[in-house]
């Protein structure tokens, strides 16, 4: 979604920075860009393109950058209005003298649009970011700081800005109220941006904003206040973790290089955390001593896509495994339905981004209610880590791909120590802890395993590659699964898929099936299979051709397809890992044989921070 990039130090820095910044930001998803610059001068200079950070920089080989300290630039995701030159970002007020770059959006912006065209504001874009550097200008008196304040107080709904001023050219403005903004410092040079992954290649101490703060930046000098004018002091961050786009290396996109980075990202997730003579995980952000974790008495996963349904084979897991009530919702959903939150409520927000607004908000509610909110994050310090105040962290290292893989495996691994931790807690022993243990720590070599069936999945794959209709389906853990692996294929081939419990087959979507809806059948050697093969011939007798995941040399679908993707044996909990990992190969494949642009979809954004 929208990214933000702004600079103020040396001179002919500000351009080449904002610009590798927006491209470092690219992977969000974006439609236009746009950058601002000012020089000394009192002269702000603004370049807009559509389409890619490339055709901005061509633009921008033509202006003359040597007087430049400062400027914001901004990649934008459409909301209000269709993607063109005058709807990117920056956008300017009536006299340009105020640049603005906004993440977010203004709910009040056509009530705010009304009254300052009645004071004689021109607009000449169909955004809602337009009408702040109007309002700003609305409120300059000579005091940039105060126009700002003036402005922000104003505005309902969600913002994260950059903004210029002309007449302050050594000085550039940034302020939040629920879309991320980290200030990075660089000695003789600070930086905003609304991902960190813009300035860790430049520098590695960061200040975070919270909401309803701003800062006043100079080449030398941050200073942090509330948008009501109090002094705010903020630690510095140091970023410790690898958040650079390594590069695609020797694979063809960043999808296929995260999907075969699983067995070392799932490593990372559950090093250190299982305890193989205790038969227990440690997870020590959880930050919760036994006593309080034998109280909990029902746990809530919010989450969003593919966290979703993590969180989905989470509550699985809490319940087989630690015994514990558990429910997973939509973020949203769960936001705005008013749930009912006990103290002893866990609530596990899941975000691979850790800003998703629908979750952000989430958080919010369960924090308010009073439950024990942990987060279950892979992007260290993002919003809603910070904002849950505990949590377990992912390790999965970047992920610059749109659609989610090693998060999703990273997720599912986290989750499947967090109730191990709790069931050892309550009532599972010692002997049936160290075999979860040991099924643990055979995750990476078991992703390995089915990696090696790549050609395999990739030949079956441009089989079925002129499908436009398929259906996926799958029993216990294996359900949270079938959906994945439909998402999985939607998001990046932009053919209709779905995810199934099969056995809800027969109660409706049955009536789609025939020769020309192919049904990826999820049936693994696990509880269940039985009455999934029952399932399979439900489809065969419809001509729905059928692709089969089964356990190792498993005949039992022979009879059916020759279509076989086979993951190895493991417990019913691991398999909807290695199944994953067979059913993303296969999105891969077939969305690659249809000519696809497989790293940024259509229309899909990395971090969804509108609601
Ligand atoms: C799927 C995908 C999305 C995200 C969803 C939540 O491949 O990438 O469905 O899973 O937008 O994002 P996070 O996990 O960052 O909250």
Redesign the pocket.
């Given at each position: 979604m929208c990214g933000i990039v702004g600079y103020i130090g040396s001179e002919k820095a500000a351009a080449p920075f904002l610009l590798d910044g927006l491209k470092r930001l690219e992977y969000r998803g974006y439609d236009s860009a746009g950058i601002s610059l000012v020089n000394s001068s009192g002269h702000i200079l603004t370049v807009k393109s559509i389409g890619k950070v490339v055709h901005l920089e061509q633009k921008c080989q033509s202006i003359q950058c040597s007087d430049m300290y400062a400027g914001i630039a901004h990649t934008r995701w459409a909301t209000h209005g269709a993607p063109s030159e005058n709807n990117a970002h920056p956008h300017l007020s009536g006299s340009g003298k105020f640049a603005v770059v906004h993440n977010g959006i203004i709910e009040n912006y056509s009530e705010l649009r009304k009254r300052l065209s009645m004071a004689g504001h021109k607009f000449v874009s169909d955004t809602d970011t337009e009408v702040i550097p109007h309002l700003i200008e609305e409120f300059y008196n000579g005091d940039f700081a105060a126009a700002v304040t003036g402005a922000v107080q104003q505005l309902s709904g969600t913002y994260g800005i950059a903004v210029l001023c002309a007449d302050y050219p050594d000085m550039m403005i940034t302020a939040r109220h629920g879309s991320p903004i980290v200030i990075g410092l660089a000695g003789n040079a600070n930086m905003v941006a609304s991902d960190v992954t813009a300035l860790v290649s430049y520098t590695r101490d960061v200040l975070y904003l919270n909401d309803d703060e701003m800062a006043i930046i100079t080449p030398s000098h941050v200073e942090v206040r509330t948008i009501n004018n109090v002094p705010v002091t903020r630690e510095v961050s140091r970023i410790s973790w690898d958040v650079s786009a390594d590069g695609k290396g020797t694979f063809e996109h960043f999808m296929l290089k995260e999907i075969y980075e699983q067995p070392e990202s799932v490593g990372n997730a559950i090093r250190g955390r299982i305890d193989l003579k205790a038969g227990n995980a440690k997870l020590s952000g959880l930050d919760l001593t036994p006593r309080e974790m034998a109280l909990i008495n029902r746990i809530v996963v919010a989450?969003?896509?593919?966290?979703?349904?993590a969180g989905l084979l989470g509550t699985y897991y809490f319940e087989d495994i630690s015994g514990i009530p558990a429910s997973v919702e939509q973020?949203a959903e769960f936001r705005y339905r008013n749930p009912i939150i006990e103290p002893n409520t866990l609530v596990l927000p899941?975000?691979?981004?850790?800003?998703?607004a629908d979750?952000l908000a989430a958080v919010r509610e369960a924090v308010n209610k009073g439950a024990i909110v942990a987060a279950i994050c892979?992007?260290v310090g993002s919003t809603?880590a910070r904002e849950s105040g505990r949590g377990i962290y992912l390790h999965a290292g970047s992920e610059i791909s749109?659609?989610?893989?090693k998060?999703?495996t990273c997720?599912v691994a986290v989750l499947l120590m967090l109730a191990l931790l709790l069931g050892r807690n309550r009532r599972m022993n010692h002997e049936t802890g160290t075999e979860l243990s040991q099924e643990i720590m055979r995750i990476p070599s078991l992703i390995q395993e089915v990696l090696k069936q790549a050609p395999t999945i990739e030949a079956i794959a441009k089989k079925h590659a002129n499908a436009h209709d398929l259906f996926y389906i799958g029993r216990g853990c294996l359900y949270p699964a079938a959906l994945e692996g439909a998402?999985?294929l939607k998001?990046i081939s932009y053919v209709h898929a779905e995810g199934y419990q099969a056995a809800e087959l027969k109660h409706g979507p049955i009536a789609l099936l025939d020769e020309h809806v192919p049904v990826v059948a999820l049936c693994n050697d696990i509880p269940g299979k039985d009455k999934m093969l029952g399932n399979i011939q439900e489809c065969r007798a419809r001509q729905s051709p059928v692709i089969a995941v089964v356990t190792g040399d498993d005949d039992c679908c022979a009879p059916f397809t020759e279509d076989i993707i086979r993951v190895p044996a493991s417990s019913r909990f691991v398999a909807p890992i290695t199944t994953v990992v067979a059913l993303q190969l296969f999105a891969y494949y077939f969305a690659k044989e249809r000519g696809c642009e497989i790293d940024q979809p259509r229309n899909?954004?990395?971090?969804?921070t509108v609601e």
């Open positions: 989450a969003c896509g593919s966290s979703f349904h973020a899941i975000s691979q981004s850790g800003e998703t979750t892979n992007v809603i749109v659609a989610s893989t998060a999703f997720q998402l999985k998001e899909l954004a990395k971090s969804v």
